[in-house]
């Protein structure tokens, strides 16, 4: 948008993080700049009603390109919580692997301008998103592929299905004839698909909760 963080900061490259201490320095001010609104962000409705609906025995897998961490704080399971392009409530050292917290790190940051290591091995931390240029992490998108080809439902809410691969996951179901549906505000790249069940145009945050109060008998 016009007022986009890249319309004033240039995104680092994650071979230029790993190899550049000043591309390190410009990566965690970024994310210092954002960090408050991410630790202090509370899930939607939608959110709430996915744990819900989760809890309940209802829901597989939650396959998630958002990086806010807001399925975790609505209390979606972790262990069938894929996201894709990595979460902001972890710090992941990208020597040794270990994730920690972030508060402190951007605490230490905000002090001393100086890019946190890692108090395991003295590697590089970042915030555990995926960055420009980094690969995503393959175990996640092939948990996330069985997911969707065991699916008894496929249901895509709040997506443009314009950024891959993640836009190509729902397909697997598609393709075993799996009913496919979409809850979107605005246009999205499947809306012409054949096999499409189900398109509703809306905000996710008011049509998905009567959903699931009404699947759940509970409406």
Known sequence: GPDGVWKTRDPVMFRDFMERRDARVEYW????????????????????AIARWQEAGRVGAVITQNIDGLHEKAGCDSDRLFELHGTQLA????????????????????????????????????????????????RDLDRSAAAARTADLMLVLGSSLSVQPAAGIPLLAVERGAPYVIINR?????DDLVGLTLRIDGDVADVLPPAVDAALGLA
């Open 186 to 190: 605005g246009a999205t790249e499947h």
């Open 29 to 48: 001010d970024q994310k210092l700049e954002t960090w408050p609104m991410i630790r202090d962000a509370l899930p939607n409705q939608a959110h709430r």
């Open 91 to 138: 710090v992941e050292c990208m020597d040794c692997h270990e994730r920690t917290e972030p508060g402190p790190h951007f605490e230490f940051f905000a002090a001393t301008r100086e890019p946190p290591e890692c108090e395991a091995c003295g590697g590089r931390l970042k915030p555990a998103t995926i960055s420009f240029g980094q690969r995503l992490r393959q």
